[in-house]
């Protein structure tokens, strides 16, 4: 089961030509554009004082699953940023509430996830994929909201976290350096694991294909931690549920996936079908563009270090620069962070890098 390519696949969805035509999307299928697209992974979050205002006396998930703040944040973000496209607020970790794993965020101190699944028990006794998604009805919501917030010609992002990523947090019940607990239960009951990861996959199409509905025209598969694993173990535990994924999310919408530290791995997650690498901080984006079948075959997003937000504007400046010629001018570039954007960032930073950008591109 495969999904034709974004680039074979024309304007299924028949979204106006405006947004068809969007920097945006057209550096997705990796289509010249009068100037690289540029959007920020976090952009909307704790660095920004409007953020801090609207976050300020309820909790995250509270945030999350109100619709109306939600789609805020999200129109404020990318309109104060001035961003090629926005992402939908929310959280990876959703889902995992969503199929019956107490979901809390400790101020400071991370997710964290009640009941970890450790045998094949907790497996069985998750929720009803189909049920899962249709709970997450909030995000649905926040999305058909931001759509009629947004200029004609910026598309709308929306996201999940991949099967792998959300299996490890579900199984070590929070964040994780070493993930001791995921690959011990990964390599002792494949069984499990595989159940475990199907479950989440059979919840994840559903919602992005809702997501989708609600009006988002592109998607982004977080597969934040899969960089620890080797090709080996990535071929034989997590390939196979991540190509049924992109082959479930409905033709014609881009699929970028990302993952940190994912060198090693880039290749076979190109071929897992994406439309899009994301490229992190650590990764050579031009020699990571050629290995997964160079411009005619992907586009890419990436790369520059979200640190470099925190120093001097003029080597900021400069970096963006070093990854503009690391891809060269070449169709299907998607500017953006190697990484989420960091909390201690001066917004006026960012927002300099996306002005940056769009001058030194224009053409
Ligand atoms: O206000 C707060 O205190 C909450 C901080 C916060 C925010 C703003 C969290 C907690 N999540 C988010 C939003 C979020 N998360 C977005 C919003 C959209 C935007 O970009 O504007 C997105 C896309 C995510 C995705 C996400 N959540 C990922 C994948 C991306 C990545 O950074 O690799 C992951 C791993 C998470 C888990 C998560 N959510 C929040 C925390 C503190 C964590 C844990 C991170 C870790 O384990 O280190």
Known sequence: MSRPGIRAAGNVLNLKPELWDSHFLRACRGEATKRTPVWLMRQAGRYMQHYRGIRSGRSFLDLCKDPALASEVTLYAREWLDVDAAI??????????????????????????????????????????????????????????????????????????????LAAY??????????AHTKTFMYRDGGAWNALLARITAALIPYLNAQIAAGTSCVQVFDSWVGHLTRADFIEFVQPHLRTLVAGITPGVPVILF????????????????????????????????RCGGPTRIAVQGNLDP??????????????????????????HIFNLGH??????????????????HARTTR
């Open 170 to 179: 579900a199984i070590e019940g929070g964040s994780s350096r070493q993930f």
């Open 88 to 165: 939908i607020f929310s959280d990876i970790l959703v889902v995992l509430e969503a199929l019956g794993l107490p979901l809390t965020f400790a101020t400071g101190d991370g997710p964290v996830l009640g009941k970890p699944i450790r045998d094949g028990a907790a497996v069985v006794a998750l929720r009803d994929p189909l049920t899962a998604a249709k709970d997450l009805g909030y995000v649905h919501e926040a999305i058909r909201r931001t759509v009629t917030g947004l200029p004609a010609d910026i598309p709308l992002i929306g996201f999940c976290g991949a099967p792998y990523t």
């Open 259 to 290: 993952g940190t530290e994912t060198s090693h791995l880039s290749d076979l997650i190109a071929a897992c079908g994406a439309d899009v690498i994301g490229v992190d901080t650590t990764t050579d984006l031009s020699a990571t563009w050629e």
């Open 307 to 332: 640190c470099l937000l925190l120093g001097p504007r003029e080597r900021l400046l400069k970096a963006a620069d070093v990854v503009l010629a690391a891809a060269g001018g070449r169709p299907g």
């Open 340 to 357: 989420g954007v960091l909390k201690e960032t001066d917004p006026e930073q960012a927002k300099a890098l996306v002005q940056h950008v």
